[in-house]
């Protein structure tokens, strides 16, 4: 969520599976395993997950803060460590922890999770305010950076309530994810084909690119087509605000977007960067059949080509153009980027695609430590849990085993580090780009026990034909027909 904090350069010997300097000597084999991994049968493993997701819901509900005056109610803070008020977005506040405990409800049928869902979702309703004109927010004042955002404010919130609805066909939870929908195109602004909110943030975290991406489940959902036709203005809007390079002998012209709350510099990565931002106008440009999003959405994965670093067969990305950083997390690494070259590789002609993803997963394989006591961020953002989620998606996408031992590696990983007492199950925050407490044990979805949880509970069906998983909207990385090939979920209003 934040630029990079300069005191993770020096960490980048520890964070293995984080960090990779260019003068490293050349990367281990990506499907080498480790040394000390356990044998254990399938159901035997099935049964270690399920019981640790569990654990973490029993502890997230000894951390579960009632809402005054509204018995049956509660909210979460960031961490159990913090003094702040909880927060009701998904980055850091209690939207995120719904998603995952809907999630686990409906993967472990436990009764625990849905009751603590229930109090969450009373919680969140009790948080939002109601303005003049009759619709309601979570993120005065409107005009802040990332109001409407996916992350940190409106639309998330209303995807936790798209969720719920999903997770249990609950007509009452789509009426309120409706109402957030509605709520955003209110207080939207309109220029031209554009459409946009007032901090003009471009973004995943931030931004109308999130946003945008909330708006196209929902009209999937709900079969409101005003919100597809919404998030498509919403991409013409971004489009306008990119930047172009003129394509040389024949070549793509190369398209970008800068990430203007961090002195307008070029992010390449997903959350506040390029890759993000063509992600979700391909999503659209699926949706809509529109081809300008689609020729933007490769314009941009053009521009990533050509700021790519090459080690071989390997391929990252840095942090910022120009860089020679790289980072693993979802937030500035393969997790998030790579999900642009796989989406496009299913909408485009273009044989270089699939090969980027597949190129990037390696040197993300290539990263991690041979050495399972090596210390990382356990996080969805920045850490082992983002790669363990990312893993999961690409086996179900290619059926490498590979990708499929990896996320089994992943989940070693969390499980031997967790900490576990009898109130449940939880881990450290760790040391990671955003220079948050590590000594701290979050609670929310990107940065806590939520994240970690949900990345574990991926590994609980990842053999199932169907993933039961009811992710972030950028999550997801198949095609429409495949998503066809799944029997219809979509809850009456």
């Known amino acids: 969520m934040a630029a990079v904090c300069p005191r993770l350069l020096a960490l980048s010997a520890a964070l293995g599976l984080l960090v990779r300097s260019p003068a490293q000597d050349p990367p281990p084999d990506p499907a080498a395993g480790s040394s000390e991994a356990r044998v254990v049968t399938p159901e035997a493993r099935t049964d270690e997950l399920r019981l640790a997701v569990a654990a973490v819901v029993r502890w997230l509900e000894s951390q579960a803060q009632p809402v005054e005056d509204l018995p049956g ?3 979460f803070r960031s961490s159990a460590e913090s003094r702040d008020r909880a927060g009701a977005a998904v980055y850091g506040g ?3 922890v ?4 809907e999630n686990a409800a409906l993967v472990l049928q436990d009764a625990r999770a849905r009751a603590l869902a229930d109090a969450c979702a009373k919680g969140l309703l009790a948080e939002a305010l109601t303005l003049a004109d009759g619709t309601q927010t979570w993120s005065e004042p409107l005009d802040r950076p990332g109001s409407a955002a996916l992350y940190l404010g409106d639309a998330g919130i209303g995807h936790a309530f798209l969720v719920r609805s999903l997770c249990r066909e609950d007509r009452d939870a789509l009426r309120v994810a409706v109402g957030v929908g509605d709520a955003l195109l209110a207080r939207a602004l309109r220029d031209d084909d554009g459409l946009h909110w007032s901090d003009e943030q471009v973004e995943m975290i931030y931004g109308a690119a999130g946003t945008s991406l909330f708006l196209l489940e929902l009209a999937e959902a709900s079969g409101e087509t005003r919100f597809r036709d919404a998030a498509l203005r919403a991409a013409h809007w971004l489009i306008a605000q990119s930047e172009v390079e003129p394509g040389k002998d024949g070549t793509r012209q190369r398209r970008t977007w800068r990430w203007s709350l961090a002195n307008h510099a070029h992010y390449p990565n997903f959350s506040h960067g390029t890759a993000g931002v063509a992600y979700a106008l391909a999503r659209v440009a699926e949706a809509s059949g529109d081809s300008a999003c689609l020729e ?5 994965a053009e521009w990533l080509l050509a700021h790519a670093i090459r080690e071989g067969a390997l391929l990252r990305f840095p942090v910022i153009a120009g860089n020679a950083l790289s980072l693993g997390g979802w937030c500035h690494g393969p997790p998030g980027t790579a999900r642009l070259f796989l989406y496009l590789h299913g909408l485009a002609d273009d044989e270089r695609y699939l090969p980027c993803a597949l190129q990037s997963m390696d040197w993300l394989m290539a ?3 041979q050495d399972p006591s090596t210390p990382l961020p356990p996080s969805l953002c920045c850490g082992v849990a983002g790669a363990l989620d990312w893993s999961c998606a690409l086996f179900r996408s290619t059926r490498d085993e590979r990708h499929a031992a990896f996320a089994d590696r992943c989940g070693d990983w969390l499980l031997g580090h967790a900490i576990r007492d009898e109130a449940g199950m939880r881990w450290r925050n ?6 948050n407490a590590a000594a701290e044990h979050g609670l929310d979805l990107m940065l806590g026990a939520s994240g970690e949880a949900m990345a574990l509970l991926r590994l609980v069906n990842l053999r199932e034909a169907v993933d039961p998983v009811r992710h972030l909207p950028d999550r997801r990385v198949e095609r429409r027909a495949q998503r066809e090939a799944e029997p219809a979920k ?4």
């Open 430 to 435: 760790g040391a990671s780009s955003h220079g």
């Open 490 to 493: 979509r809850t009456p209003m």
């Open 73 to 75: 109610a509660v909210l």
């Open 367 to 369: 990263q991690a430590p």
């Open 94 to 96: 209690s939207a995120g």
């Open 98 to 101: 719904l998603i995952f405990l």
């Open 296 to 300: 933007a959405a490769r314009d941009g």
